[in-house]
């Protein structure tokens, strides 16, 4: 399905409010492919998300559902990383939330999944067995796992996915690696030919992508399609939060990755909560997640987690199916300069 996309662009899954049902049925509509996000959401409430996505639109769609951590978690470490948060919360008077781990609804998504027969179903943070893969594939879905490493590329072609998410270090958001520390970090074109050096299935490129030439450029070097997260939060369809946004309009601000915030590699916007205690997290997900949840809605962009790639200034408030349009048509035209340059 990857490879007959009408127009080669996906719009990343990206949960916590950005991807809609709106959303994700304007990117296919218009010959793209929208992604759901599964991630912290209750199984009923994805159920209600795709049966909403069905209504808006015909074609294809995606749902992104997270794997289970496997990385084990330091108690202790947690216990101290709250313990330095608690002037966080007397600072904007709300509790730290209760770091009780847990799997994200793991099985109750996968039984979602055995009855709603989304088209395609992408997996992050690690790669499931292959009998949790077989049984989805069963059911019609094209299945897809994001890769951060040729290691876990062949891990999870091995394991029967379909295709793979090849997400560079420049991505915005959560690192998809299959573990939380010893993370690969190299960049998305690099990453590609290593990657396509070691299997041979269909690959979507992520990570820092922002134009249509972005998108010539990770076709030329292997991809089938090109995945973008930051470019369709300023989307009328998107469900980003008005600050985050804000943040990303005005555009002077670097990125980092950071595990402050939810205890994984995630890439966003420097601020003060970034920057006073990304060097104390520890490696603990979903647990410093759950720590953290009220005093990044506290309403104060100095403790939100500004989630952003690498070219985010290049964001902009266009509707979905419009910027479909703009990438795909940036792309024809750099790859058709590109071929201008050597004459046959």
């Known amino acids: 399905m990857i490879d007959e996309l009408p127009e080669p662009i996906v719009q990343a899954p990206m949960a916590g409010g950005g991807s809609t049902p709106e959303l994700a049925a304007a990117v296919s509509n218009a010959g793209g492919l929208g992604f ?8 009923d409430a994805v159920r209600a998300q795709v049966d909403a996505t069905r ?21 202790s470490a947690v216990e101290a990383y709250a313990a330095a948060l608690r002037g966080e919360a007397e600072r904007y008077g709300v509790p730290l939330g209760d770091p009780v781990g847990g799997d994200d609804a793991w099985e109750a998504k996968l039984a979602l999944l055995s009855e709603a027969n989304v088209p395609v179903v992408s997996f992050t943070f690690g790669c499931p067995s292959s009998e ?26 091995a394991s029967g996915a379909d295709g793979l998410c090849v997400q560079g270090q420049e ?28 299997v041979d299935v269909p690959l979507v490129a992520a990570g820092g992508l922002s ?36 943040a990303l309009a005005a555009g ?20 003060r909560f970034l920057t006073e205690h990304s060097a104390a997290a520890p490696a603990a997900y979903p647990q410093v997640h759950q720590l953290t949840r009220d005093l990044r809605r506290a309403g104060d962009q100095q403790a939100m987690s500004l989630w952003a790639g690498q070219s985010y200034e290049f964001a902009r408030p266009l509707p979905a199916a419009e910027l479909v349009r703009e990438l ?7 790859l058709s300069s590109a071929a201008r340059r050597w004459p046959a």
Do not use: W
């Not at 094209?142 to 072609?157: D, F």
């Not at 002077?252 to 601020?271: H, K, Q």
């Open 36 to 43: 759901l996000a599964a991630g912290y959401l209750t199984a």
């Open 171 to 198: 991505a915005g958001a959560h690192r998809g690696s299959f573990v939380n520390e010893g993370t690969d970090h190299t960049g998305l074109i690099p990453l590609l030919r290593k990657v396509s050096a070691a």
């Open 252 to 271: 002077d601000t670097p990125t980092s990755v950071t595990r402050a915030f939810t205890g994984r590699p995630a890439r966003g916007l420097v601020n």
């Open 55 to 75: 209504a808006l639109t015909g074609r294809p769609f995606g749902l992104n559902v997270f794997v289970p951590e496997r990385t084990p978690v330091d108690a």
């Open 328 to 334: 795909a048509a940036g792309a024809r035209s750099a």
């Open 211 to 246: 134009s249509g030439a972005d998108v010539a450029a990770v076709l030329v070097a292997g991809a089938s399609a090109a995945q973008l997260g930051t470019m369709f939060l300023p989307c009328p369809e998107s469900g980003a939060n008005p600050l985050h946004l804000a």
């Open 132 to 157: 949790v893969i077989a049984e989805v594939k069963a059911h019609g879905c094209e299945v897809l796992v994001t890769v951060t490493s040729a290691a876990e590329a062949r891990e999870a072609v």
